[in-house]
């Protein structure tokens, strides 16, 4: 009898055992993977990796990034592409904060792996991108903000680009550094660091044909950046233009027309510029 009991307790034991081993690989096979960890980058295991950098990397402030993105006036209709993007923080932050897309662009392959964790960290990896390649052969056409932390040189090399390739009334923003005697739109002080925003403005030097309600006059618009003068000939007389703003894409100006003075307030859309009443194309350089 005592025997018989002793069996049936080993078998009854040895059963549950099997039933839980059985549970726990179940359980094991069917829940979701861990998250791989994304290696800490280790100078010395990436020793000849890395390429040389122009610039070397150094984090933004979270505060300054904020005000950064602020000062652009980021909302979620914009794209947002960081130059040396480092550890990722501008789009990322871009992206949850403003709804924005981003990009950051990085020579560096253990940032891009970095700024990618961090992306999916934060939840927006669907909409920022992280690239390795180098900052003078980025595309600039789709961006409406573009942020900088780089140096007074390479802000120099960039800016032919900037103005070349951006679209009129897209917003650049510089951390520390600025532009040249390309006078910056707008400036911030925070944490004692100055922060720069320039706004692309359209080309408008050259030659214009005006058309009004009233008549035909030439336009002969200077440009130096978003400084604008000019003058206008109208009814055999040539007179300046006066008070000419150009912001990005639009612009302003008062023109003396032979029965008095007139506002003209439109926008420039390549060889083209238009407002209430009135129209101009380009009819040289």
């Known amino acids: 009898m005592f025997k018989r ?35 800490e980058y280790d100078p010395a295991t990436l020793a000849g990796q890395r390429p040389d950098l122009d610039v070397p ?99 120099m090399q960039l800016r032919p680009r900037i103005l070349g390739e951006m679209r009129p009334g897209a917003r650049v923003v510089s951390n520390t550094f600025d532009m040249g005697d390309w006078q910056p739109d707008a400036r911030r002080n925070v944490q004692n660091s100055n922060i720069f925003l320039w706004i692309v403005p359209a080309r408008v030097e050259g030659r214009w044909q005006l058309r009004t309600g009233e008549g035909e006059a030439r336009l002969t618009l200077r440009q130096q950046f978003q400084q604008v003068s000019g003058t206008i000939e109208a009814n055999g007389r040539s007179t300046p233009l006066r008070d000419v703003q150009l912001r990005g894409p639009q612009i302003a100006f008062a023109a003396d027309l032979g029965g008095g003075s007139r506002r003209f307030v439109g926008r420039v859309d390549g060889a083209a510029m238009a407002g209430e009443g009135w129209q101009a194309a380009r009819i040289g350089n």
């Open 57 to 155: 990397f150094v984090s933004t402030e979270y505060d300054i990034v904020r005000a950064m993105l602020d000062l652009a006036g980021t909302t979620a209709d914009d794209v947002v592409v960081d130059l040396g993007s480092g550890d990722g923080r501008i789009p990322i932050i871009a992206a949850r904060d403003k709804g924005a897309r981003g990009l950051g662009v990085d020579l560096d392959p253990a940032r891009i792996r970095e700024s990618t964790a961090n992306a999916l960290r934060a939840g927006v990896g669907d909409r920022v991108t992280f690239r390795q390649q180098d900052l003078f052969v980025t595309p600039l056409g789709d961006a409406t903000v573009l942020t900088l932390y780089l140096l007074p040189e390479i802000n």
């Open 5 to 39: 009991s002793f069996m049936r307790a080993v078998l009854t034991g040895a059963l549950v055992a099997l039933l839980g081993l059985a549970g726990y690989w179940i359980y094991q096979r069917s829940r979701p993977p861990e998250p791989q960890a994304v290696p």
